[in-house]
């Protein structure tokens, strides 16, 4: 499984962000996906997941502003923010894990993109 993340960079506070995962070298559509974040000095954070069947869970964090959705036609995942708040800042990395079952998200996900770094100007 390969999985490469874009759309980080420099967004302003209260402006909207999309972030992108492409999977590729297996079956998307029997995969769950996931994304996580990472400041420094601190532990990956879920924040949001998607069942292989579309089954989705966000964050606390994330919850009233965040979307996660994916195309299985495109084997694309997608977080969108509708606001970004200066503690988003972070490195988002998605996260793939095999599950058949389409309602199921798993508690381990095995494979990672590199990441992309999301800074935030106040």
């Known amino acids: 499984v390969h999985l490469v993340e874009s759309g980080g960079g420099l967004v302003q506070v209260g402006s909207p962000l999309k972030l992108s995962c492409e999977f590729s070298?297996?079956?998307?559509?029997?995969?769950?996906m996931a994304w996580y974040r990472q400041k420094p000095g601190q532990e990956r954070e879920l924040i949001a997941a998607i069942s292989s069947g579309g089954w989705t869970s966000i964050s606390d964090a994330l919850k009233g502003r965040g979307t996660i959705s994916r195309d299985n036609t495109k084997n694309t995942m997608t977080l969108q923010l509708d606001s970004v708040r200066p503690e988003d800042e972070a490195t988002y990395l998605c996260?793939?894990?095999?599950?058949?079952?389409?309602?199921?998200?798993?508690?381990?996900?095995?494979?990672w993109g590199q990441g992309t770094q999301v800074t935030v100007a106040s």
């Open positions: 070298g297996a079956a998307f559509g029997s995969y769950a």
């Open positions: 996260a793939a894990a095999r599950m058949v079952l389409v309602a199921s998200i798993p508690s381990r996900f095995d494979d």
